[in-house]
């Protein structure tokens, strides 16, 4: 197993991404503000992020103030699956330039109840 940690998480410990042989890992920053996390799928684009990872594992993980909160692992066909057949998903545009598109998920409502405690 290897872990290849994105230039600009080193920058930002609220975000993280962490690649391994069978898994990718998301640490969301606003999630708190929106209820949601973001799947992205498009970038300048081209397809990316679920549209094109080989990643067999989704896991997003939930920080508030520096602090653990929870982790959900999902496979990813099965979150591929559920984005892009969900109707009432939102679509938003977001990041450098605002040049990804991505779809915005609910985050676990007991994750959002227990970072109101931290």
Do not use: C, H
Not at 37 to 65: H, L, Y
């Amino acid at each position: 197993m290897y872990l290849d940690i994105a230039e600009k998480s080193r920058n930002d410990p609220m975000y993280m991404e962490i690649k391994t042989e069978r898994g990718l890992t998301k640490n969301p920053k606003s999630w708190q503000n929106t209820g949601n996390f973001a799947v992205e799928f498009e970038g300048r684009g081209k397809p990316s992020g679920i549209a094109i990872t080989e990643s067999v594992i989704w896991r997003q993980q939930f920080v508030s103030n520096g602090k653990f909160v929870g982790a959900i692992d999902i496979a990813t066909e099965v979150l591929k699956a559920y984005v892009e057949n969900t109707p009432n998903l939102r679509v938003v545009s977001g990041g450098d330039d605002k040049a990804f598109r991505m779809y915005l998920v609910p985050a676990p409502p007991m994750f959002l109840e227990i970072a109101k405690w931290i």
